[in-house]
T-cell receptor, first 120, second 113 residues
């Protein structure tokens, strides 16, 4: 399988501060990455699609000015939660599709280990 | 109707039994299907991918795809307590293999000793 990393794995911050989360594809290049949020006992919710070299595409209801996404290179996307508040506390997960030449499925999508954000 | 739907849960099976997880989809252009396992507090882990009609086996896991009936299933043989997790069926949108995933609601599996 592929490896996608995230940093930090856990962050606790005060209300009003900004938090940056990094997502890296370690052994492949990813022109597209995806950012999800998951609240306890709920399903994954796609927040946005990160596109290398162009603006991110946000899902309906996600504030693009609050959740800033930058796809700086073919292996790195960052999500910045600006002016975080307690309701932003959640589990943030990124994913990236990797082309798999064998098997015919095309791309398989791999998830990072997630970042648990707690805003006090 | 949701684009990807998983059958009712939670599912509880005894250790050593076969666990059967099912998923139906509505978009006929969907080409690829994935099964993810998610342990509580962890991110999803890809365990099976399938794009051809029929069965695909990997160890104790078998994925089955029937495009005519628009369903995909996952069988777990010789279930172990460590298989207890939420299983997610997913397919990339729009018939691509690299697009954003559409997930089913997940099936919680519990394997009891």
């Amino acid at each position: 399988g592929a490896v996608v990393s995230q940093h930090p794995s856990r962050v606790i911050c005060k209300s009003g501060t900004s938090v940056k989360i990094e997502c890296r594809s370690l052994d492949f290049q990813a022109t597209t990455m995806f950012w999800y949020r998951q609240f306890p006992k709920q399903s994954l919710m796609l927040m946005a699609t990160s596109n290398e070299g162009s603006k991110a595409t946000y899902e309906q209801g996600v504030e693009k000015d609050k959740f800033l996404i930058n796809h700086a290179s073919l292996t790195l996307s960052t999500l910045t939660v600006t002016s975080a508040h307690p309701e932003d506390s959640s589990f943030y997960i990124c994913s990236a599709p990797k082309f798999v030449p064998a098997g015919g499925v095309g791309n398989e999508q791999f998830f990072g280990p997630g970042t648990r954000l707690t805003v006090l | 109707q949701k684009e990807v739907e998983q059958n009712s849960g939670p599912l509880s099976v005894p250790e050593g039994a076969i666990a059967s997880l099912n998923c139906t989809y509505s978009d006929r252009v969907s080409q690829s299907f994935f099964w993810y396992r998610q342990y509580s507090g962890k991110s999803p882990e890809l365990i099976m991918s399938i794009y051809s009609n029929g069965d695909k086996e990997d160890g104790r896991f078998t994925a089955q795809l029937n495009k005519a009936s628009q369903y995909v299933s996952l069988l777990i043989r010789d279930s172990q307590p460590s298989d207890s997790a939420t299983y997610l069926c997913a397919s990339p949108a729009g018939g691509t293999s690299y697009g954003k995933l559409t997930f089913g609601q997940g099936t919680i599996l519990t394997v009891h000793p």
